[in-house]
């Protein structure tokens, strides 16, 4: 498995923009797809980005599709989540995971950081 440290999460105001990194250390980064996952209160987590091992590939939750861009820095073991046009809605604890697998199911991921929070005020 890979430790995984989440930072970035803030207050920011509706329309604003925030950046999200995951730091990851231990087994090799570079080996890994790497999810960001999205819970609200009350809410099951869910999917909202994904990036292939060699960044190649991307896929967006319809939700954040066309304001949100995941993107990784193997050389730095670091995968980012660069959210625009913030909405209430996307107010949420924001985890990044890392799985073996190009996949969007939470279950199907084995390493979880501890989340941050983002809360977007209309």
């Known amino acids: 498995q890979v430790r995984l440290v989440e930072s970035g999460g803030s207050l920011v105001q509706a329309g604003g923009s925030l950046t999200l990194s995951c730091a990851a250390s231990?087994?090799?980064?570079?080996?890994?797809?790497m999810g960001w996952f999205r819970q609200a209160p009350g809410k099951e987590r869910e999917f909202a980005a994904i990036?292939?091992?060699?960044?190649?590939?991307?896929d967006y939750a319809d939700s954040v599709k066309g304001r949100f861009t995941i993107s990784r820095d193997n050389a730095k073991n670091t995968v980012y989540l660069q959210m625009n046009s913030l909405r209430p809605e996307d107010t949420a604890v924001y985890y990044c995971a890392a799985g073996n697998r190009y996949l969007m199911q939470p279950n199907t991921y084995h390493s979880w950081g501890q989340g941050t929070q983002v809360t977007v005020s209309s």
């Open positions: 231990g087994r090799t980064f570079s080996n890994y797809a």
């Open positions: 990036i292939s091992w060699s960044g190649t590939s991307t």
